[in-house]
C-alpha cells in the first residue's frame, strides 16, 4: 500500500472508532446507574410500590404540572422570535428536544433540526445565531444563578452544608463573570472588536487542526454586528426573555415537587427548600451533556441528595418521585417530537399560520419582512 493510500484507508477507521466510542461510553453509564446502583439505593418493586399507592387528585396534578413545564419552553422561544405561534414554538422545541435527548451528542444535532425548522419559516443565518447565543447565554446565567438562590432558601429550613455552599459561590462567581463579559460586550466597541479579533484567532486554529476552512459566517467584524443586533434585541425584549427563562426551569423544579409530593413525602419529611437545591446543583452539574438528556447521571444525583440520610421506606419513596419526574418530563418529548418533525416535514400547514414572515435582524420586537422560505421543501438535517 502506497503513502497516499493509508490515510484513506485509516480515516474512516478512526472515524468509526470515536463513533462507537461516544455511543458506547453514555450507554455504560446509563446501563451502571440503573442497573447497578440504583437497585441498591431502593429496589424497583419498592419504587413502584411507592408509584402504585399514588392518587388519582396527585396524579392530575403531575400530569398537569408536567404539561405546564413543556408549555414555558415554547414560551422562551417566542419570547426570543415573537413572530413565530405557538405551535412552530412547540414544533422546535420538541423536535430539537428529542434528538437531544436520544442521541450521543446529540445536542449538535439538535441545533440542526431547530435550525432546518427556523429557515424553513424564513429566519436569517445571522438571526438564528442571534436566537442560539441569546438562548444559550440567559439558559447559562440562570443555571449558575440557582444553586446561589437555592442556598439562599434553603438556609429559611437548615444550614445548608459546605458542599452546597461552596457550588452556590462557584456558580455566582461564573454568574458574575459571564454577566460582565457580556456586558462589556455590548457596551464597549472597543471591546467587542478585541473579542472579535480573538475569535478569529481561535477559528483560525480550529481550522487549521481540523484541516478545514474557517466558517463562512465568521468573517472579521461579525461580532462587531452582532453586538449591535444582540442590544437592540435585548433592549426591546430582554425582561420577557429572563422571565420566560427563568419560569421555564422553575416550573421544571415544580414537577420534581409535585412528584414528591405524590409519593407521600410530606414537607416535615423532605422540606421544599431542599428538594429546590438538589434540583439546581444537579441541573447545572447536568449543563455538560455526557449523556443523552442527562439520562442515569440526573436520577442518582437527584436521588443521592434527597435520600442521603433517610429511611429506607423513605429512600424508596424519594427514588419513585425522582423516576417519576423523568418519565413525565424526558419520555413525552421523544415521540411528541418524533411526531412534531414528521408533521413539519410533510404537513407544515399544521404548524405554520403565518409561514411567510419573519421579522429583521433591525426589528426585534416583531418587525417583518416578506420571505422566500418553503416549509415544504425544508430537508431535515442527517
Known amino acids: 500500500m502506497s503513502a497516499d493510500d ?47 399507592a399514588m392518587t388519582w387528585p396527585y396524579a392530575l396534578l403531575v400530569g398537569t404540572a408536567a404539561a405546564a413545564s413543556m408549555v414555558t419552553y415554547w414560551i422562551t422561544i417566542r419570547a426570543v422570535l415573537p413572530w413565530i405561534g405557538l405551535r412552530q414554538a412547540a414544533a422546535v422545541s420538541l423536535g430539537s428536544n428529542a434528538v437531544a435527548s436520544t442521541l450521543p451528542a446529540g445536542g449538535a444535532v439538535a441545533v440542526g433540526v431547530s435550525w432546518a425548522m427556523l429557515s424553513s419559516w424564513g429566519l436569517s443565518t445571522a438571526d438564528y445565531v442571534l436566537y442560539t447565543l441569546v438562548t444559550g447565554i440567559w439558559n447559562l446565567f440562570t443555571l449558575t444563578g440557582l444553586p446561589f438562590l437555592a ?26 463573570a459571564m454577566a460582565g463579559g457580556l456586558g462589556l460586550l455590548l457596551h464597549s466597541e472597543a471591546a467587542a472588536l478585541r473579542a472579535d479579533r480573538m475569535l478569529q484567532y481561535g477559528l483560525a ?77 444537579i441541573r447545572l452539574l447536568t449543563a455538560m451533556p455526557i449523556t443523552p438528556g442527562g439520562l442515569g447521571i440526573t436520577e442518582l444525583g437527584l436521588i443521592g441528595i434527597l ?66 422560505g418553503s416549509q415544504a421543501g425544508a430537508p431535515m438535517p442527517g
Do not use: N
Not at 484507508?9 to 461516544?22: E, F, K, M, Y
Not at 452582532?226 to 422571565?243: N, P, V
Not at 404548524?351 to 433591525?362: A, E, F, L, M, R
Open 151 to 176: 442556598v439562599m432558601v434553603m438556609a429559611t429550613a437548615g444550614r445548608p452544608d459546605a458542599t452546597m455552599i461552596i457550588g452556590a459561590a462557584v456558580g455566582l462567581a461564573l454568574l458574575a
Open 6 to 52: 493509508r490515510p484513506v484507508t485509516a480515516g474512516p477507521r478512526a472515524w468509526r472508532g470515536r463513533v462507537i466510542l461516544r455511543a458506547a461510553v453514555p450507554a455504560i453509564l446509563i446501563a451502571a446507574a440503573f442497573g447497578l446502583v440504583l437497585p441498591r439505593v431502593a429496589s424497583y418493586r419498592a419504587v413502584w410500590a411507592s408509584i402504585d
Open 307 to 372: 435520600a442521603g440520610g433517610a429511611s429506607h421506606k423513605a429512600s424508596a419513596q424519594a427514588a419513585a418521585a425522582v423516576l417519576m419526574y423523568r418519565a413525565v418530563t424526558y419520555l413525552p418529548s421523544i415521540p411528541l417530537g418524533v411526531f412534531a418533525c414528521l408533521t413539519w416535514r410533510y404537513a407544515p400547514a399544521l404548524i405554520s399560520t403565518s409561514p411567510h414572515h419573519s421579522p429583521t435582524g433591525s426589528q426585534p420586537d416583531g418587525g417583518r419582512r416578506s420571505s422566500q
Open 205 to 281: 486554529i480550529a481550522a487549521r487542526l481540523a484541516r478545514r476552512a474557517p466558517p463562512a459566517g465568521a468573517a472579521a467584524g461579525s461580532l462587531p454586528g452582532f453586538r449591535d443586533r444582540a442590544g437592540a434585541l435585548l433592549a426591546a425584549r430582554g425582561w420577557r426573555i429572563t422571565a420566560a427563562t427563568v419560569a421555564s426551569h422553575l416550573m421544571l423544579w415544580l414537577v420534581l415537587l409535585a412528584c414528591l409530593r405524590a409519593v407521600s413525602l410530606s414537607q416535615a419529611q423532605l422540606p421544599w427548600q431542599t428538594s429546590l437545591a438538589a434540583f439546581a446543583f
